[in-house]
């Protein structure tokens, strides 16, 4: 069974930086695309940036410049970096892998528990 663990949120001031973290475990051979996604109250779940195996990114227009991705493809870990953080950031984050190949086979779309990040004053 695949988990996916999260950690870094909080509360951050305008302006501030945060960074998320996610450790995937498990029978994992191979992991491809990586991502985080975000969801703040009354809203739908949006991408906020992916990562693929030979690391190319691709990024929300409202995070380009402020927010990075990275990964560590030994540990099968995901992180993001977020600065310039802004009130309009807060929401629940969440890491998300669409594909994994693990010793039984490819398996679909495991989530982590979610992180909190709440910037305000």
């Known amino acids: 069974q695949v988990q996916l663990v999260e950690s870094g949120g909080g509360l951050v001031q305008p302006g501030g930086s945060l960074r998320l973290s996610c450790a995937a475990s498990?029978?994992?051979?191979?992991?491809?695309?990586m991502g985080w996604y975000r969801q703040a109250p009354g809203k739908q779940r949006e991408l906020v940036a992916q990562?693929?195996?030979?690391?190319?990114?691709g990024y929300a227009d409202s995070v380009k410049g402020r927010f990075t991705i990275s990964r560590d493809n030994g540990k099968n870990m995901v992180s993001l970096r977020m600065n310039s953080l802004k009130p309009e950031d807060t929401a629940v984050y969440y890491c998300?892998?669409?594909?994994?190949?693990?010793?039984?086979?490819?398996?679909?779309?495991?989530w982590g528990q979610g992180t909190q990040v709440t910037v305000s004053s």
């Open positions: 998300n892998v669409p594909l994994i190949l693990t010793d039984k086979g490819f398996e679909y779309d495991y």
């Open positions: 990562i693929n195996s030979d690391s190319s990114t």
């Open positions: 498990g029978n994992i051979v191979s992991i491809n695309a």
